[in-house]
């Protein structure tokens, strides 16, 4: 605890060009030192993988090749039993006369040596008959009884017409042979129509023909090895043990170590036996009733993966010492750069604020610098803002103080009015005095920027019906509102604008009745007023003109545009300052049909 607080103490009292060095050092070096150990693994696992994928592609090449060798064999022995004059020749009973013997010599014999002579990979081809009146002919022709020693009729009997594969067979036979020869022999029963045994036919290829040269007891230093196992993982082999590397394996202990390994007919394993490191591939070749393992040694593998490990760590050290070296010198001038930067803020703390930094590059430090110098203007127009703001709200209170001690002596004036009015029974007029109170309440009075939509109605109406007194046509004013909507809240003097643009501007002139709807469409929380009337309409120049004017707030087109526009720009205004820019006003309208406005606003019942 005390260890990591010293620490702790220390790497506070280094400067921040130290702690970013470290900081930036520690987390180069941790992600690249497990960037290298993961690149490492990689590397050791893909090239393990390479060697097994050549082994398997070997193996296949392999398989292939012995396949055709199987096939090969199976091929001529087929040829050979399928010869009716050779099955008739070797089956009969009667005395051979010599001009009997000299046509089958030349019929069937010559044939036969003529398909060694075509397929050159073949050792030789052998029949050993069973009949005592025939005599051997070399090298085709044997008497059964040389191959009594080697067990090799009783396993073709018991195989029951199946071929018989020996592949770790010996030929010593002659002439022509001389010496002991390494072969893989097919042995197959030859029968004639009657199921009665004539004899054994023997095909056979030598052992480095039949096994691509590939077949080695185990050499002693070698890249490579290919073994044979029995299916019971014998080890197929004539000699008594195996030298590995200068190091004596015996033949049960190998096969003891690998047993447990060899699982179904194809597969690979990692192993080391005796302080060597192998792969091992096999592969189980059926007709032949063997396994066939080729064994690569790692001994390459193992330097070459040393050899990738040391270059990558020293990479890795030359990485993290030019990261250091460009981490000093980046830290370095980024730490100049900050030392201005808080220069410059204490000046704004004692109140200068007319402190400008130099902005020079185009990093991070220059675009803090450049927001820096913006923030200081911000700030200076910020606070001119602020001194008018504050001066017109003061002016405001005065003009709202005078507003009231007006509205409150009109207010009493029409009072008195609407008294003498009554004295004198002209309710008309009474009425009158009445209705511009509430008009002028309702307009001077603003507790609150919203009211009831129930209120903004009620001031519609009164509205129309003082208007009434003046047109020469009364205007017939329909609302079509939902009912439960009324008691929700508005901004207040929304409407009215709108009403008022409609008499002033739309029912100057028409000789039809003049006539306002107000209807509402909801969609999703907006209410939408539609204030819709039957006057003169507004042509397609001028309607696109004034939707330029309340949209950019451009005033400056002819005196009708105008005056239809301030109002509608001051009504945009409102709406977008307490509903969002997204809520605008619409305008739709027909020549001498009508006009309508469309007045989004968001739902508040509370």
């Known amino acids: 605890m005390k260890s990591f607080k010293k620490i702790i103490d220390f790497l506070s009292s280094i400067g921040i060009r130290g702690k970013l060095l470290i900081s930036c050092i520690l987390i180069f070096a941790i992600p690249i030192g497990t960037l290298g150990i993961k690149s490492f693994t990689n590397v050791k696992e893909t090239t393990i993988n390479e060697y097994i994928n050549n082994t398997r592609t070997e193996m296949k090449q392999l398989n292939i090749y012995l396949e055709k060798n199987i096939e090969m064999c199976e091929r001529i022995s087929q040829i050979v039993m399928n010869d009716s004059d050779f099955i008739e020749f070797i089956s009969s009973n009667d005395e051979i006369s010599l001009e009997e013997f000299l046509d089958f010599k030349e019929k069937v014999l010559n044939k036969m040596e003529n398909i060694l002579y075509i397929n050159m990979d073949i050792n030789r081809l052998r029949f050993y008959y069973s ?26 009997e018991e195989a029951n017409e199946i071929s018989v594969w020996r592949v770790n067979n010996v030929d010593d036979i002659g002439p022509p042979l001389r010496k002991e020869e390494k072969v893989v022999s097919l042995y197959k ?56 590397k200068g190091q004596r394996i015996s033949k049960e202990n190998f096969e003891q170590k690998i047993k447990g390994f060899i699982k179904g007919d194809n597969g690979y394993f990692n192993m080391s036996f005796n302080k060597i490191n192998f792969i091992a591939v096999y592969s189980y070749i059926k007709p032949l009733k063997v396994y066939i393992v080729k064994i690569v040694f790692l001994d390459e593998l193992i330097k070459k993966i040393d050899k990738i490990r040391f270059e990558i760590i020293i990479q890795i050290i030359i990485i993290i010492l030019l990261v250091s070296m460009a981490i000093y010198w980046i830290t370095s001038t980024l730490l100049k750069k900050l030392d201005n930067l808080i220069l410059a803020m204490r000046k704004v703390k004692d109140g200068d604020l007319d402190v400008k930094i130099d902005v020079s590059g185009k990093d991070e430090m220059a675009e803090i610098s450049y927001h820096f110098n913006e923030m200081i203007h911000r700030l200076n127009n910020l606070i001119n803002v602020v001194i008018r703001k504050e001066l017109t709200e003061k002016d405001a209170q005065i003009k709202t103080l005078q507003n009231q001690i007006n509205a409150h002596f009109i207010y009493n004036v029409l009072e008195n009015i609407k008294m003498l009015a009554i004295i004198d029974c002209n309710d008309k007029i009474a009425d009158v005095v009445t209705g511009l109170g509430k008009l002028m309440r309702y307009n001077i009075s603003w507790k609150s920027n919203f009211v009831y939509i129930r209120e903004e109605i009620d001031n519609i109406k009164n509205y129309i019906n ?26 207040k003097m929304i409407l009215q604008p709108i009403v008022e643009n409609s008499i002033i501007y739309g029912f100057d002139g028409i000789e039809r009745e003049p006539k306002i709807i107000i209807d509402t469409i909801v969609e999703d929380n907006k209410l939408i007023f539609e204030v819709i009337d039957n006057g003169v309409g507004i042509d397609e120049e001028r309607l696109e003109k004034i939707n330029k004017m309340i949209f950019y707030g451009d005033i400056s087109e002819d005196k009708i545009c105008k005056g239809i526009g301030i109002g509608l720009k001051n009504v945009s205004d409102r ?5 969002g820019q997204d809520m605008n ?12 406005v469309t007045i989004p606003i968001i739902i508040d019942n509370k």
Do not use: C, Q
């Open 131 to 156: 009949n005592p009146r025939l005599s051997e002919v070399w090298p085709i022709l044997y008497s059964e009884d040389r191959l009594k020693d080697k067990n090799i009729i009783k396993k073709v």
């Open 189 to 244: 029963e030859v029968k004639n129509s009657a199921g009665e045994h004539l004899g054994i036919l023997e095909v056979n290829m030598l052992y480095d023909t039949f096994f691509l040269g590939e077949y080695e007891d185990f050499p002693e230093i070698k890249k490579s090895s290919l073994i044979l196992l029995s299916p019971d993982v014998s080890i197929i082999t004539n000699n008594k043990n195996f030298i590995l």
């Open 466 to 491: 003082l208007m009434n007194i003046r047109m020469e046509n009364e205007i017939k004013l329909e609302i079509n509102i939902n009912e439960r909507f009324l008691d929700y809240k508005m901004l």
């Open 575 to 579: 709406i977008k300052l307490y509903y």
């Open 585 to 596: 006003i619409t305008i739709e309208s027909k020549p001498n049909i009508y006009t309508k």
